[in-house]
């Protein structure tokens, strides 16, 4: 079974500092690792995926993300924060279930930037 | 752009009703998935189907049914309506393969007074 833990659920930044969001998996496979993110009053939006390619991953708006196996981690960055970024981010495992694929999402982590 | 609509964005009903909610797709997913999210607890599946006619339980099946009688259509049922199934409720689909991504309704809230 595989499950995800957001280690923080809310984080505080100012505009222009570095953003942390932290996330721990387990997967009794190679997994595949998304990170989405939820603005107020919109859906969920795809901001990057892992799918054992490069352990770097590079996603929209600056964000990027490490995977990394011996810490069964893959923590959220981004050099420096901005207003719009305040919203909750999710970040998720997937693995294959019979002939479909699950998701299983983390609790979120609520980011908020202040000015 | 892969478009997933759902029927209602806000719904009101009373304890015991059989409630419908319904999810569309426009893009050939094979995978469609129906979520509840509630604060601090993330999203939880409660159902997904990778065919038409197939479905499987997710975390939290319990009170609730499915349907997917088209492709493009995935049907979430609340039999009898509960207080503690008050909640927001999200469609996804996606394509077959593990490391698609889902793409999401803009979700149905839904309150059981």
């Known amino acids: 079974a595989q499950s995800v833990t957001q280690l923080d659920s809310h984080v505080s930044v100012s505009e222009g500092t570095p953003v942390l969001l932290r996330c721990n998996y387990s997967?009794?496979?190679?997994?595949?690792l998304f990170w989405y993110v939820q603005h107020p009053n919109k859906g969920l939006q795809l901001l990057l995926k892992y799918t054992s390619a490069a352990t770097l991953v590079k996603g929209i708006n600056g964000f990027e993300a490490e995977f990394k196996k011996s810490e069964t981690s893959f923590h959220l960055t981004k050099p420096s924060a901005h207003m719009s970024d305040a919203a909750e981010y999710f970040c998720v495992v997937s693995e294959r279930v019979n002939a479909g694929n699950m998701l299983t999402f983390g609790g979120g982590t609520r980011l908020m930037v202040k000015p | 752009d892969v478009k997933v609509t759902q029927s209602s964005r806000y719904l009101v009903k009373r304890t015991g009703e059989k409630v419908f909610l319904e999810c569309v797709q426009d893009m050939d997913h094979e995978n469609m998935f129906w979520y509840r999210q509630d604060p601090g607890l993330g999203l939880r599946l409660i159902y997904f189907s990778y065919d038409v006619k197939m479905k499987e339980k997710g975390d939290i099946p319990e009170g609730y049914s499915v349907s997917r009688e088209k492709k493009e259509r995935f049907s979430l049922i609340l039999e009898s309506a509960s207080t503690n199934q008050t909640s927001m409720y999200l469609c996804a689909s996606s394509l077959l393969e593990v490391h698609n991504e889902q793409f999401f309704g803009p979700g149905t809230r839904l309150t059981v007074l």
């Open positions: 997967s009794s496979y190679s997994p595949s």
